[in-house]
């Protein structure tokens, strides 16, 4: 059989992945937070041949035959994404390295570059999805004015005269991998082992960011860098397509030799 047919096909599977990756990355160019993803290509498992004239047995005599292409994975790239001003104290974002901790409605922990938060039923400090902020920081009912410092320090005021009141504190998360983190939605990423070292520490503090309030962090996502991508992939896919359209024609010459 020819095995070039097989090759094209591995071809084919991995740039409609590269497409389908490309496509998330276009259809989440607003989307406040999100991070674009990459793929990445391996070669696939070389086989062994024996050459022309060459003494089975003899390891002198073999030749590595390629076969194709894999995907090796979908990484995910966290380089910042532009802050964008809202005006709204409850949105946060992290201008420069780190992550905020957040903890999920089934008691797991996510973490974030940019949020917009709310005062839940409890009276605690979550995200829009209702996320709890890991410090849990309580909004006392009588609080008028909401401010988070660029050093993580929440504080609120209680009358026209009265200074702002300290009421929590925010650290920020850092990762040995950030490459690792899974995206869950949301703007929320889990962390596994393959994450590495977690160090915590207060914004601006052992080279992590500092919060920025009334702000969003926009997507990474370059529309021209992305549509350049497309058309590479597209053409891929093409050549890939031609290699199993002749290898489909040699194949119907041979079976043609006969008649």
Partial sequence: M?????????????????????????????TPGFKKSRLSFDDAMYREVLRANGAPGDAANLQRVGGGVTVGGVNRVFAGGELKKTDDPYDIAVSGAGFFELTRADGSTAYA????????????LASADGSLLAALVRVPEDARGLRIGRDGVISATFGDDTPPQEIGTLELVQFANTAA???????????????????????GQDGSGVMVQGYQEASNVSLVDEMVGLMVAQRAYEV????????????????????
């Fill in 181 to 203: 983190l899974q995206p869950v939605g949301d703007g929320l990423y889990t962390a596994d082992d393959g994450a590495g070292t977690v160090s915590r520490a207060l914004p």
């Fill in 2 to 30: 020819n095995d070039s047919l097989y090759i094209g096909a591995t071809g084919l599977r991995a740039q409609q992945l590269n497409v389908d990756t490309i496509s998330n990355n276009l259809a989440n160019v607003n």
């Fill in 240 to 259: 890939s397509a031609k290699v199993v359209q002749a290898s489909d024609d040699m194949l119907a010459i041979t079976n043609n030799l006969r008649r």
């Fill in 113 to 124: 570059r940019t949020a917009h938060l709310k005062v839940n039923d409890e009276g605690l």
